[in-house]
């Protein structure tokens, strides 16, 4: 199982990013994770560049998504709600509305913040955004709050209780997905 | 010369595949300020034996916008993907004179529910090119999210933007089998 791993900051140190790397270590053992590192260079969604070829990092974006069997979406909290960043490279996303590759997409939302909660909030609303844009959006949470505690220099994930929630919502994420053996994956 | 009085009980004998072309099965509900229809095209039925089945395919689902019919097929509404198909079949018909009562099971996104039908049919009559025809209209009311199609979306005004009960109408053409 590919799961192609997308975090909503774009902060070189991003706690998010760490998440992502974190999970990649607690996957089951017939997945991999290839994070997706392009946000930065997408561009802000406008129909009328629909007209012309489609921008480089859109297609970059697209194509990831189309050949992963999972997205595992990390997100931080920008005032209640999910960074314009992000939701700019999910509303290309969900474009064309009726042929979008997140269509069926199993996808998970994790996140990690500063404060106590853990992006509760934007990851609730990236939720509503992605299943609206056609994603199957697995039921699972995992809420890192006060994240600069909860991570080892290296990366991986210091509190146990954390880890094992982490891992249960990567199986929930791998049991949505299609069966498909690595070595066959194209 | 004799009155025919006494109140039809029976179905037309034989056996009657449904005509996809004049038929239609499909769904209506309140969804803001008025209401929201759709049907789908590839569907089939069979009327035999005193019983009565059908399907519909949900990739079929019609509505007046591509983008909302890709939102329906979504694991948000129908989950084609998971549920290709919604199906009816018919436990018990009742019929007197030209009113039917179904009781059945409705199949819609993998849940199967029991539904009583309400509707009527017509006389069995032989069109143009010499076939023989009846027809059959059918309506129940569902809720649905009992199968699971929760969706919804809150109004500025709190209200939920859709209704949950779910009107299924089957307008329903057969031609006797050959």
């Known amino acids: ?186 | 010369m004799a009155v025919l009085t006494e109140t039809r009980t029976a179905l037309p004998a034989g056996t009657w595949i449904l005509d996809p072309v004049h038929s239609t099965i499909g769904f209506e509900l309140p969804y803001l300020a008025g209401t929201f229809r759709g049907h789908f095209t590839d569907v089939d039925a069979k009327l035999s034996a005193g019983s009565l089945a059908g399907s519909a395919r949900v990739a079929s689902v019609d509505v007046k916008d591509e983008n909302l019919a890709a939102h329906l097929q979504s694991p948000e509404f129908f989950d084609v993907e998971r549920h290709p198909e919604l199906t009816f079949a018919a436990r018990s018909i009742e019929r007197s004179g030209d009113e039917l009562e179904v009781d059945g099971e409705i199949t819609i996104r993998g849940t199967t529910k029991p539904v009583e039908l309400a509707g009527t049919i017509g006389d069995p009559f032989t069109d143009g090119f010499g076939r023989d025809r009846v027809n059959v209209k059918l309506e129940t009311t569902v809720d649905r999210t009992q199968f699971g199609l929760n969706w919804n979306m809150p109004l500025p005004n709190g209200q939920p933007a859709l209704q949950n009960e779910v009107k299924l109408v089957a307008e329903l053409y057969f031609v006797q089998e050959a």
Do not use: C
């Not at chain 1, 590919?2 to 990649?24: H, M």
């Not at chain 1, 991999?32 to 974006?61: Q, R, Y």
């Not at chain 1, 982490?166 to 049991?175: G, Q, R, S, T």
């Open chain 1, 1 to 186: 199982m590919r799961v192609l791993g997308i975090s909503g900051s774009l902060r070189r140190d991003s706690y998010n990013t760490k998440l992502l790397r974190a999970a990649e270590e607690l996957l089951p053992p017939f997945a991999e994770l290839e994070i997706w590192d392009e946000l930065k260079a997408v561009p802000p969604f406008d129909e009328d560049e629909e007209l012309g070829p489609t921008p480089e990092a859109v297609s970059s974006l697209r194509e990831a998504v189309a050949g992963a069997d999972a997205i595992l979406f990390a997100t931080p909290e920008y005032n209640a709600s999910v960074p314009g960043q992000l939701k700019n490279a999910v509303d290309w996303l969900s474009r064309p509305v009726a042929t979008t590759v997140l269509r069926g997409k199993p996808a998970l939302v994790v996140g990690a913040s500063t404060g106590a909660f853990g992006a509760v909030w934007a990851q609730a609303e990236l939720r509503k955004v992605l299943a609206s844009a056609g994603a199957r959006v697995v039921e699972a949470e995992v809420a890192v709050g006060h994240a600069p505690t909860k991570f080892a220099e290296q990366g991986a994930l210091v509190d146990d209780e954390l880890s094992e929630q982490l891992v249960e919502a990567l199986e929930v994420l791998a049991a949505e997905a299609p069966v498909r053996p690595l070595a066959l994956a194209v």
